[in-house]
């Protein structure tokens, strides 16, 4: 298996702007999960999907923020209108019944 | 919510040597992992360990779930064991992992 698969690698994008990011889960996993990472606040889970499904979106910020998990096989997070304190690297993973957690890439979001 | 706490927060070594990263937490939990994110930036899981002991080449991790605290032993050292160290926790079933700051990693050769 490839992974996850993260894209894009890096976003930069201005103020204001809609910003999609994507996410690949290793196939058979059946959670997904996005966190955002920050200086100052460090991993900060923003939501998670169970077999499609959101179970806790508690950690998403504000209503700017949203995702969605139409298959299994593919995860979007989407940002509008976003703002420059929006800037962090979005990472995904995935796992099979809660246990080993795989992380893709991230994606390096810088709003100016 | 759980809490988690890692110490020390930031470790120098020579390589060749020998540490222990300590994660703590605050309540029961049915989850524990730990996280080594290298300098570029990537997460690579090194164990799911929410109790007991398990090894891999240089790298162990103890957790005693009872006390609420897990141990990652890091023997001999290399240059390419530099990053951060994360450890996380879950403490009810189907739920995400909360993570700790971190120990921050340097190896000099």
């Known amino acids: 298996d490839a992974g996850v698969i993260q894209s894009p690698r890096h976003e930069v994008t201005e103020m204001g702007q809609e910003v999609t990011l994507r996410c690949k889960p290793i196939?058979?996993?059946?959670?997904l999960f996005w966190y955002r990472q920050t200086m100052m606040r460090g991993l900060e889970l923003l939501i998670y999907?169970?077999?499609?499904?959101?179970?806790?979106d508690s950690g998403m910020p504000e209503d700017r923020f949203s995702a969605k998990m139409p298959n299994a096989s593919f995860s979007t997070l989407k940002i509008q209108p976003s703002e420059p304190r929006d800037s962090a690297v979005y990472f995904c993973?995935?796992?099979?019944?809660?246990?080993?957690?795989?992380f893709g890439s991230g994606t390096r979001l810088t709003v100016v | 919510g759980i809490q988690v706490e890692q110490s020390p927060p930031d470790l120098i070594l020579q390589e060749g040597a020998n540490s222990t990263l300590r994660c703590n937490f605050s309540?029961?939990?049915?989850?524990l992992q730990w996280f080594h994110q290298n300098p570029w930036g990537q997460l690579i899981n090194l164990f799911y360990?929410?109790?007991g002991t398990k090894q891999n080449g240089r790298l162990s991790a103890t957790t005693v779930a009872t006390e609420r605290y897990s141990l990652l032993y890091i023997s001999s050292s290399q240059t390419t064991d530099s990053g951060v160290y994360f450890c996380?926790?879950?403490?009810?079933?189907?739920?995400?992992?909360?993570f700790g700051k971190g120990t921050t990693l340097s190896v000099s050769s």
């Open positions: 993973a995935s796992s099979l019944n809660g246990d080993g957690y795989t």
């Open positions: 196939s058979g996993h059946d959670y």
């Open positions: 999907f169970n077999n499609n499904v959101p179970i806790d």
């Open positions: 309540d029961s939990v049915n989850n």
């Open positions: 360990i929410p109790s």
């Open positions: 996380a926790v879950g403490n009810q079933a189907g739920t995400a992992l909360i």
